[in-house]
């Protein structure tokens, strides 16, 4: 497996944002580090042939869900009600 190869020492990750993509997924955004960066060029040099960085922007993030057409709204709503979306 490639990814045994990589290694780091662990890290904190920082939530910045609770935030969706246009195609139905409710993410996290964090903050990007130095830390952050140094494994993402880890991960890029060791899947060269398959990841371009130049293909999309890096957007630091974790998946929450992957939510149906009909959920979107009851999250929208969820979420502007919670800590997160007083923002």
């Not at 991960?43 to 057409?69: C, G, I, M, N």
């Amino acid at each position: 497996l490639r990814m045994e190869k990589i290694k780091y020492k662990p890290f904190t990750l920082t939530l910045s944002k609770l935030e969706f993509f246009p195609r139905r997924i409710l993410y996290l955004g964090l903050e990007r580090s130095q830390e952050m960066l140094e494994v993402r060029a880890l991960v890029e040099s060791e899947f060269s042939k398959w990841v371009d960085p130049r293909a999309r922007p890096f957007l630091p993030h974790l998946t929450v869900k992957r939510y149906q057409r009909y959920e979107h709204e009851e999250l929208l709503a969820r979420i502007r009600n919670s800590p997160f979306g007083t923002r």
